[in-house]
């Protein structure tokens, strides 16, 4: 019995120490500096409810751009509340013709659910398989982390969608960009790439690109 009693204190003297130990969440901070892994927490009773809400989602985009695409992002640095829990979230809104191209984001996996309109998506496997997929109101699909992937209106009306990630920050690189709206040298492109340079010089003209 005495050992019985001895056991069960022990492990309510863990639970409790475990359970003191919790930190329930992590505001992100912005008057101190951003690291590698987040933000730093701000200061519990500085906590309000208003850090973990985020009205910005309810707007449009503005798609008058050459993708004729925008993303409105819900990550750390825009809503104080996700930062540290492992998830964010985006408005994606397509115009007609509208496109997300091939990009990555090397911090986490995507999830998109179509809310409006005819999404063409898909994504790259690293052994180099496409899966492409047409998706209507309310269907989902999901990208794997870092794969290249891309979003297409293949409607004839705007598209929204809304996209969560397994991260706070997910990051992103859209590979058009890299390549020529970069100061890449084009002859060095033309070496990687195998494309002709009066094209990498054409597309860096357009997205602004140098070299």
């Known amino acids: 019995m005495n050992m019985f009693l001895t056991i069960s204190f022990f492990i309510f003297s863990l639970l409790s120490l475990s359970h003191a130990s919790v930190v329930d969440f992590c505001v992100a901070d912005y008057n101190a500096p951003n690291g590698p892994a987040g933000y730093s927490c701000k200061t519990p009773k500085k906590v309000t409810a208003d850090d973990f809400v985020f009205h910005g ?7 008058t751009n050459i ?10 640095a825009q809503f104080p509340g996700v930062n540290g829990l492992g998830i964010s979230i985006a ?31 898909g994504f790259v496997s690293s052994d180099n398989v ?14 794997p982390q870092g794969l290249l ?11 929204l969608a809304f ?3 397994s991260s706070a920050n ?15 040298p084009t002859e060095l492109i033309t070496q990687t790439t195998f494309i002709d340079a009066v094209v990498v010089k054409k597309l860096k003209g357009v997205l602004g690109g140098s070299g």
């Open 57 to 63: 989602l309810a707007t449009s985009g503005n798609t």
């Open 91 to 121: 408005r994606l809104d397509l115009a007609g013709g509208g496109v997300i191209p091939l990009h990555t984001h090397p911090g986490a996996s995507e999830i998109l659910v179509v809310v409006q309109g005819t999404i063409c998506a």
């Open 130 to 143: 496409v899966y492409l997929e047409t998706l209507y109101k309310g269907d989902v699909m999901v990208f």
């Open 149 to 159: 992937h891309f979003q297409i209106n293949s409607g004839g009306s705007n598209a």
């Open 163 to 165: 996209v969560s990630f």
């Open 67 to 76: 993708i004729k695409a925008a993303v409105t992002p819900a990550f750390d």
């Open 170 to 184: 997910p990051g992103l690189q859209i590979l058009d960009f890299a390549l020529f709206k970069s100061d890449f």
